[in-house]
């Protein structure tokens, strides 16, 4: 799927490998390159997450969020930037992230892409909303037991 029309985007809330927007945006339609990680904060908006970016002087910088990266087409990164409300509620932003695991499907004479998309939130969170976890599936599980 490698050309010069697709794209790596970083997911960490409903886009997720079996959560509820997975299904009809990314599944089938993409690759899951791998699981991955990078600076900033996430926070629950409901039923979503979003995830603040930290500053260069930022203290955020030790905060961490976990997701996962998929190539996509143009045609995919379209379509999430109108589920993301990509410019008003949602800005589509070029991070690093390391990754914690690379799909065996991944090429291997391919190197996994460091820098890629993520969405992040266009407002400003409230503060008691703070993941500490900074994993939207830990947050769901914890959200289940309690």
């Known amino acids: 799927m490698t050309s010069n029309n697709n794209h790596y ?14 299904a009809w945006a ?4 993409s690759t899951m390159i791998g ?3 990078t600076r900033g904060t996430m926070y629950t908006l409901g ?17 961490v969020v976990y997701g996962e990266v998929f190539e996509v087409s143009d045609e995919v990164l379209k379509t999430l930037d109108c589920l993301e409300g990509e410019g008003s509620m949602y800005h589509r932003r070029k991070v690093l992230v390391e990754y ?6 991944f090429r291997s004479d391919d190197e996994a892409p ?3 998309f993520i969405y992040e939130y266009g ?3 409230r503060e008691h909303n703070l993941i500490p976890s900074g994993d939207w599936l830990v947050y769901l599980n914890e959200q289940r037991k309690a």
């Open 114 to 116: 460091t820098s890629v």
């Open 47 to 63: 039923g979503f997450p979003g995830v603040i970016l930290p500053s260069i002087a930022d203290f955020m910088i030790d905060k």
């Open 100 to 105: 914690q695991a690379i799909k065996k499907e």
């Open 26 to 29: 990314l599944k089938n339609r």
């Open 9 to 22: 985007v970083f997911v960490y809330g409903t886009l997720r490998h079996g959560q509820g927007n997975w």
């Open 35 to 37: 699981y991955a990680s």
């Open 123 to 125: 407002r400003t969170p």
